[in-house]
Nanobody, 120 residues
Framework: QVQLVESGGGLVQPGGSLRLSCAASGSILNIFTMGWYRQAPGNQRELVAGILSGGDTNYADSVKGRFTISRDNAKNTVYLQMNSLKPEDTAVYYC??????????????WGQGTQVTVSS
């Protein structure tokens, strides 16, 4: 069974920084795309950033130049460095990964979510 465990959320003042981490564990053969999504109250879940196994990245326009996604394939871990945070970045952030395990079809897995609150 695959688990995605996130860490690093919390309360930060506007202009501050946070670093989220998400580690995948279990009987993993390969991890393809990894990414971060977020969902604010009353809003749909939206893609924040994604990264392919080869390192190519994709960002939402609202976070370009402020957030950086990276991954450590040896540790099955994806990171999101968030700088110059704004109140509108407040949301629950979810880790997502496209994983193949033995004897099962390739599918997406989700973390449990971590709260990020940007407020003075």
């Amino acid at each position: 069974q695959v688990q995605l465990v996130e860490s690093g959320g919390g309360l930060v003042q506007p202009g501050g920084s946070l670093r989220l981490s998400c580690a995948a564990s279990g009987s993993i053969l390969n991890i393809f795309t990894m990414g971060w999504y977020r969902q604010a109250p009353g809003n749909q879940r939206e893609l924040v950033a994604g990264i392919l196994s080869g390192g190519d990245t994709n960002y939402a326009d609202s976070v370009k130049g402020r957030f950086t996604i990276s991954r450590d394939n040896a540790k099955n871990t994806v990171y999101l460095q968030m700088n110059s945070l704004k109140p509108e970045d407040t949301a629950v952030y979810y880790c997502n990964a496209d994983i193949i395990v033995p004897w099962r079809p390739r599918r997406e897995y989700w973390g449990q979510g971590t709260q990020v609150t940007v407020s003075s």
